[in-house]
């Protein structure tokens, strides 16, 4: 998976001690390793912003959702948005800043800058394992999950949305 391409990170692995570390395909060793900074925390999950890069989301085995700058350690937003395991995460691509999280709980959310809640689906009947965000058109997500059913999302209203 490329997240970072202006860095030269080219993949990444979530250890079982809380870690992330970072992979540069070019050397047989970790380029770094990321400290999520969220206290007995196991990531699940990890999303770069595509249009900031020094800004990364993880999900963890709680449900959690965090997100931080890593140039500021301390900015970390933390929200509980599911009640089970974090299997993806995706940022928006279109300008707006807003973080898509899919869940062992069978659920989909969209979270805004503020960490508000703007988007919820549950139309999946199991694990929902794979997101992404249309490339053409900003409102649409695309959720899979392992009831063998492809959902898109329209999620046009979300600046509007309480939900």
């Given at each position: ?80 948005v599911?009640?089970h ?51 053409t ?27």
């Amino acid at each position: 998976r490329t997240f970072m391409n202006r860095l030269s990170f080219s993949s990444y692995n979530i250890t079982y001690d809380g870690k992330v570390l970072l992979w540069d395909r070019r050397n047989p060793k970790p380029a770094s390793w990321l400290d999520v900074g969220v206290p007995d925390c196991r990531p699940t999950s990890l999303a770069w912003h595509s249009q900031q890069t020094d800004t990364v989301a993880v999900g963890d085995e709680d449900g959690n959702v965090s997100v931080r700058k890593l140039q500021n350690p301390e900015s970390i937003q933390t929200s509980a948005v599911h009640t089970h395991y974090v299997t993806g995460l995706a940022f928006s691509s279109h300008g707006s800043y807003f973080i898509a999280s899919v869940s062992e709980d069978c659920s989909v959310a969209v979270l805004d800058q503020s960490f508000s809640e703007v988007f919820r689906d549950r139309t999946h009947q199991d694990f929902v394992k794979g997101l992404s965000w249309s490339p053409t058109d900003p409102g649409i997500l695309t959720t899979v999950g392992w009831d063998h059913r492809v959902l898109h999302h329209s999620v046009h209203h979300m600046e509007n949305s309480t939900t």
